[in-house]
């Protein structure tokens, strides 16, 4: 994040720099929102204004299938949602009838930010940053999903490449006295899996 804060404006000129100050807040708000929820691309671009609770940190959202599920927001997100929040109205002149929570500017429109806006996004900066992402949509959603945070509120940048208090996962295997219902391993054997690092080195 300090790298998107403090240096990416310095690589830029004439129209990129332009937009990079346009959308900064909104930017930065985005990474921070997909890194300190775990909540996947398309989800970040479904979010509507209702669904954020600042005061709680809390944040709704559908999941795939329309299911409705409420997710933690971690602490040191708060603050690039409230900076994005301050300018919202003003910067994109959105009407009260636009609830999507992040916006853009098209054709003198102001409208929600798409998926595939949000990967081009995390693309460039990836980029300007020396460490870029493949160029198909679907792969950058896999890193990007990749980076899921565990559910807590005490998750922060300070935990990245540790492994994730995660619930085991258990797979099913057949015993040798029974050709019956597979049994299960004990919770105990089962290792939480490594957090891949994918954005987590990308934007530190």
Same mark, same amino acid.
């Not at 929102?33 to 398309?42: A, D, H, K, Q, W």
């Not at 949000?118 to 693309?123: S, T």
């Not at 807590?152 to 540790?162: D, I, V, Y």
């Given at each position: ?13 004439? *129209?990129?720099? $332009?937009?990079?100050?346009?959308? @900064? ?11 300190? !929820? %775990?909540?996947? =691309?398309?989800?970040?671009?479904? =979010?509507?204004? @209702? &669904? ?13 299938? %329309?299911?409705? &599920?409420?997710?933690? =927001? ?8 409230? @900076?994005?929040?301050?300018? *919202?109205? &003003? *910067? ?22 798409? !998926? ?6 995390? %693309? ?8 870029? /992402? ?9 890193? /990007?999903?990749?980076? *899921?945070?565990?559910? !807590? ?29 597979? $049994? ?9 899996? /490594? ?6 080195? =990308?934007?530190?």
């Amino acid at each position: 994040m300090d790298f998107l804060d403090q240096k990416f404006a310095g690589l830029c000129s004439g *129209r990129a720099l $332009s937009s990079f100050k346009q959308n @900064k807040e909104r930017d930065m708000a985005v990474i921070a929102l997909i890194l300190g !929820t %775990g909540i996947r =691309v398309s989800e970040c671009a479904g =979010v509507d204004m @209702k &669904d954020l609770n600042l005061k709680e940190a809390t944040l709704d959202i559908t999941r795939k299938g %329309g299911q409705r &599920d409420s997710v933690p =927001v971690a602490d040191w997100t708060l603050p690039y949602l409230e @900076k994005y929040l301050a300018i *919202r109205a &003003d *910067r994109y002149k959105a009407p009260a009838t636009n609830k999507a929570f992040f916006l853009t500017r098209y054709h003198q429109e102001c409208r929600r930010m798409t !998926t595939n806006a949000i990967e081009k996004m995390v %693309g460039k900066y990836s980029a300007a940053f020396g460490h870029p /992402l493949p160029p198909t949509s679907s792969a950058t959603r896999s890193l /990007l999903n990749s980076t *899921r945070r565990p559910r !807590t509120r005490s998750w922060s940048p300070s935990n990245w490449g540790k492994k994730a208090p995660q619930p085991p996962t258990y797979t099913p295997t057949l015993t040798k006295e029974s050709n019956g219902p597979p $049994s299960m391993p004990a919770p105990n054997k089962i290792s939480p899996p /490594l957090i891949r690092e994918g954005l987590i080195f =990308v934007f530190c």
